[in-house]
């Protein structure tokens, strides 16, 4: 991808209002425009002191010298109150078009990232996530709301100093700008130097903003073995890294402006010596000369700017790729044509020899085959890393199999929309999810017009409602971050009571009851035996007790189903089932 590339689609991704785009521009070449005419006024007013009746204003029909020089004050203030009134529409505009690309980038990008398979988030760190969507954009926003107008300004004053310069001594006009190609050269050359060492900075930023997110994650264990000082000096390593490549481009960029300093310097001495000795000969009017020599170092001057338009253009660049790295990633689950009605869904499910293994090639299903009827209630036990979540993920099409066939109510869900597939399905995962805003929003979070009373109703069903009458404001109680000021059990009750309220005709418990105590998980039970009569219910438990009333009872072991039965047959066979049972009771 080519750096000026990434700037360019980027933009295009954004959408910006193309009338914006030319009215910001037009105000800042106005704005240049009446910066630069008070340098010649100054060489008017020369002439008016020096040659008085006879100067270029008194061919406008003003004889009188003192009326002339009112009338170039009345100009100079006019041009200067309109360089404000344009500096302020400039500003605003581009602000204002950064603003809105930042905002439309932002949800462009985040709405990319939900689109995007499961597998793509597998080796990605959630600090390097936020830092794309908050400091990447970001970064573009700062560009755009000033870089634009540095590099308009710019080129408005390379065109009309260098036209006025050439009109009035085309010598001294080629020794003014003799130094901007070195300028022009040496900026180029700090670009390429630059542009790896903020590639350096913002993987640095990402690897510390990563480091700090997962610390936070982990306080209560960090507080618990006593590690603070432990990590205190960990963040610092992170933290030197990310300072020291900041220093790396900075001292780079920093080389800029001296540098071009000397070079503005020898522009300027040329145009005063060689602008001297054509007004001493005659060759130039003095007040001429005078104007050069103000406008020689207005000219050269804004050149400096190119280290801050680089400066920015290097990290804009670098943000501006790493945020195309996720807006041009793409899923490898394709939506299926075929909808899919959720009233006339049965629940029935099953598997036909297949077969899945994540990016490591470490096969986790073997050819797995089983069928699940419409209203029963079947679990899958094993040891860790069997594969029991690993069905889960892929009846959800969170990832498809390597091979075979998975379908419900006969329908190959690879032909479904995965929207109507996930409708189906409700899933209670053992990382309950809460999300900001009171437990009723949590139980209704998907069921957005859900009433309070099929909300109670759904909390009494997960066993839910009692602790919540006696939260100081029920139902309509903050939950915190991470619903920390729940407990494990809590927070699972609230998961069950909003899979309730999904009301899909299949329901997915996935160690759903693990931090629940012995009394509720038997209550819990109760609820799911009334549910089975018209729902298709799966459970993944490690403890056995709770799956023991389940129909069909299927043993995963190293990715293949080893047993299958129910809870009193799989003890008679005395197998793997019996040896789990005997070892956990």
Known sequence: MKRANALIKLLKYASPSKSKIVFASVCSVLNKLCDIVPEILIGISIDIIVNQQHSIVA????????????????????LWILESVFEYLYSIAWRSLAQEIQ????????????DLDLSYFENKTTGGLLNVLQEDIQQLEQFLSQGPNEIIQLTVNIIVMGLIFFYLSPVLA????????????????????????????????????SHIAYRLQGITTIKSYTTEAYELTRLQQESDLYQ??????????????????????????????????YALQGIIPINWYAALVFLT???????????????????????????????????????????????????????????????????V???????????????????????????????????????????????????????????????????????????ADNISYGTFDASRDEIVAAAKMAQ?????????????????????????????????????????????????????????????????????????IIIIAHRLSTVRNADTIFVLDKGSIVESGNHEMLLKQNGAYSKLWNATN
Not at 181 to 201: C, D, M, R, T, W
Not at 468 to 474: K, Q, R, T, V
């Open 365 to 439: 299903l073997n050819n797995v085959s089983f069928e699940i009827p419409a209203h029963t209630t079947v679990a899958f036990v094993g040891a860790t890393g069997s594969g029991k979540s690993t069905i889960i993920k892929l009846l959800l099409r969170f990832y498809d199999p390597n091979n075979g066939l998975i379908s419900v109510d006969g329908h190959n869900i690879k032909n479904l929309k995965l929207c109507d597939l996930r409708k189906t399905m409700a899933l209670v995962s053992q990382d309950v999810y809460l999300v900001e805003g009171t437990v």
């Open 103 to 114: 905002h439309n980038l932002r949800l462009k990008t985040y709405a990319t990232m939900q």
């Open 59 to 78: 061919r406008l029909g003003i004889i009188n010298p003192f009326y002339q020089l009112y009338l170039v004050g009345a100009l100079t203030a006019l």
């Open 244 to 277: 020291e490549a900041n220093h790396n481009a900075s001292r780079v960029n920093a080389l800029y402006i001296p540098i071009v300093r000397m070079a503005i310097m020898a522009g300027f001495i040329m145009s005063l010596i060689v602008g001297g000795i």
């Open 297 to 363: 170092q207005r000219f050269l001057w804004p050149f400096t700017s190119l280290a801050t338009i680089t400066d920015m253009y290097e990290r804009t660049i670098a943000c501006a790729k790493r945020i195309l790295g996720v807006l041009e990633s793409t899923p490898t689950l394709y939506d299926g044509n075929n909808t899919f009605d959720i009233t006339a869904v049965q629940g029935s499910l099953a598997f036909t020899d297949a077969s899945f293994s994540y990016s490591n090639d470490v096969k």
């Open 464 to 536: 839910a409602h009692e602790f919540i009458m006696e939260l100081p404001l029920g139902y309509d109680t903050k939950i915190q971050e991470h619903g920390k000021n729940f407990s494990g059990g809590q927070r699972q009750r609230i998961a069950i009571a909003r899979a309730i309220m999904k009301k899909s005709p299949i329901l997915i418990f996935d160690e759903a009851t693990s931090a629940i105590d012995n009394e509720t998980e038997v209550a819990i039970q109760q609820s799911i035996s009334k549910l089975s009569a018209d729902h298709t």
């Open 174 to 209: 080629f020794l003014t700008l003799l130094p901007i190609p070195f300028i022009i050269g040496l900026a180029y050359y700090f670009q390429n130097k630059l542009a790896h060492l903020y590639e350096s900075v913002r993987q640095s930023s990402s690897n510390l903003a």
